[in-house]
C-alpha cells in the first residue's frame, strides 16, 4: 500500500498562475483533507471532504478550489496564485475509527514568486 | 473561539524525560490525539486519549484530563531521533465529521 501520493513534490508559480495539486490515497478511506503549513503556524485547514460528493470549508478556504473526484482522489486547486499562498500543502485522509487518526502525504512545497 | 496552547519549544538530553503539555478551550471535545513531524516530512500519529488517564505505548505516553481540559504527551529514555515537532490536536465533533483542531506544534530538540 503506497498509503497517501501527492504530487507534485515541489512547485515554483509566479503570481496569477494556476495549478492544481493531486492526492489520491488507496486506504478506502472516507474522509479526505488539504492542509497549509506555514512556519510558526501548525497545521490549517484548507477544505475537507467527509465523504465522496460532499466538501466543505475548512479555516482558510480563500484563493482555493477542491474536487472529490471519486472516492481515492481530492484535488486542490489554486485559480490564482499569490505570494500568500506560498507554503507547504498536505493532504490527509482517515476512516471512522474511534482514534480520529489521519494519514498524511509527504507534501508539496510550493513557491509563489 | 477554539484554541490548543502547547509550548513552543523544549530542550533536552538524551536519555532524559521531557513532558509536552497541550492545554485546550473547544466548544466540544470527543478525545486528544498526538502528531510527531520530522523536519521536512509529514505528521505521523502518535497517540490517542479519549478518557481520563495515562495511555502507553512503548517510550511515549499520554495523558488526559477532561476535567482539566489538559493534555500531555510524555517521552522517556530519548534518542536524538526524537528531536522533532509535536502536534496536539482536538476531535471536537462525532460522527462523521472527523475534522481536527490542531495546537500550533512544540519544537522538541534533544542534546547528547
Known amino acids: 500500500n503506497a498509503g497517501v501520493t501527492q504530487t507534485p513534490k515541489f512547485q515554483v508559480l509566479k503570481t496569477g498562475q494556476s495549478m492544481t495539486l493531486q492526492c489520491a490515497q488507496d486506504?478506502?478511506?472516507?474522509?479526505m483533507y488539504w492542509y497549509r503549513q506555514d512556519p510558526g503556524m501548525g497545521l490549517r485547514l484548507i477544505y475537507y471532504s467527509a465523504s465522496e460528493g460532499t466538501t466543505d470549508k475548512g479555516e482558510v478556504p480563500n484563493g482555493y478550489n477542491v474536487s472529490r473526484l471519486n472516492k481515492r482522489e481530492f484535488s486542490l486547486r489554486l485559480e490564482s496564485a499569490a505570494p500568500s499562498q506560498t507554503s507547504v500543502y498536505f493532504c490527509a485522509s482517515s476512516e471512522m475509527v474511534e482514534t480520529y487518526e489521519q494519514y498524511f502525504g509527504p507534501g508539496t512545497r510550493l513557491t509563489v514568486t | 473561539g477554539q484554541s490548543l496552547e502547547q509550548p513552543s519549544e523544549v530542550t533536552a538530553v538524551e536519555g532524559a524525560i521531557v513532558q509536552i503539555n497541550c492545554t485546550y478551550q473547544t466548544s466540544g471535545f470527543y478525545g486528544l490525539s498526538w502528531y510527531q513531524q520530522h523536519d521536512g516530512g509529514a505528521p505521523t500519529f502518535l497517540s490517542y486519549n479519549a478518557l481520563d488517564g495515562l495511555e502507553e505505548t512503548g517510550r511515549f505516553s499520554s495523558f488526559l484530563s477532561r476535567s482539566d481540559s489538559y493534555g500531555y504527551l510524555l517521552l522517556q529514555e530519548l534518542q536524538m531521533k526524537d528531536s522533532a515537532s509535536y502536534f496536539c490536536a482536538v476531535s471536537p465533533h462525532a460522527g462523521n465529521n472527523r475534522k481536527l483542531i490542531w495546537g500550533l506544534g512544540t519544537s522538541l530538540a534533544v542534546n547528547p
Open positions: 486506504m478506502n478511506h472516507n474522509s
